[in-house]
Structures are given as structure tokens and as C-alpha cells.
Nanobody, 129 residues
């Protein structure tokens, strides 16, 4: 059974940076898309970023140029480097894992929550103005 554990959340001032990490257990990490989603209070959970098996990167328009997703298959970790943070980035951030996928993935696939079968417990990110 696969488990995902996020870490690295916290409180930061606007313009600051945080780095989130997600550690996975299980044997199919390298064969899956790893994604990051977030849910602000009173809002729907939304796509933030993802990285495919091939290393292709995908971002929501709202974070493009500020966030960077990366993965280390040997360590079974995926990270989200968040720079130039804004109060609107305040949310609980979740990492998620798809089942074993094709080598290349579409934006439509990685940005859809139903594509993911395993979710972490979430980590709170709060950006003060």
C-alpha cells in the first residue's frame, strides 16, 4: 500500500519562499505522475503542479514562473519549491500519485484530480501580507 507524507509547510511573509516535500512508500513511484494540489478555505481543491515519468513539468497559470516541481526517484520524493509567495497562495497543499502511467502524460490528465489514486494528508501554507 502506498503512503504519501508531506512536509515543509508553514507561515511566511509575502514575497518569501517555502519548499514542500512529499515522501512516498511503495514500488511504483518512478512509474507514476506526481502532482501537487491545494485547497484554500472555502474553495475547491485545485491543481498546482505535476511532474510526469519522463520529467515533463506542468503548472497552473497562477503559479507559473514562481513554483518549481521536481522529483527524485531514488529517494521516492517529490518537491515543490515556492518562490515569490502571495497571500492568495495560502492553502493546504496536497501531494498525490497516479497509478502506473504511460511515459508521457497530457496536461488534461495531470491536472485532473480523478487521475490520482493516492493522496497525502496535506500541509498548511500560510502567506501573510
Amino acid at each position: 500500500q502506498v503512503h504519501l507524507v508531506e512536509s515543509g509547510g508553514g507561515l511566511v511573509q509575502a514575497g518569501g519562499s517555502l519548499r514542500l516535500s512529499c515522501e512516498a512508500s511503495g514500488r511504483t513511484f518512478s512509474e507514476a505522475v506526481m502532482g501537487w494540489f491545494r485547497q484554500a478555505l472555502g474553495k475547491e481543491r485545485e491543481f498546482v503542479a505535476a511532474i510526469s515519468r519522463s520529467g515533463e513539468l506542468y503548472y497552473a497559470d497562477s503559479v507559473k514562473g514562481r513554483f518549481t516541481v521536481s522529483r527524485d526517484n531514488a529517494k521516492k520524493t517529490v518537491s515543490l519549491q515556492m518562490n515569490s509567495l502571495k497571500p492568495d497562495d495560502t492553502a493546504v497543499y496536497y501531494c498525490a500519485k497516479t497509478p502506473r502511467t504511460a511515459f508521457y502524460a497530457s496536461m488534461a490528465y495531470v491536472a485532473t484530480q480523478k487521475s490520482y489514486e493516492t493522496w497525502g494528508q496535506g500541509t498548511q501554507v500560510t502567506v501573510s501580507s
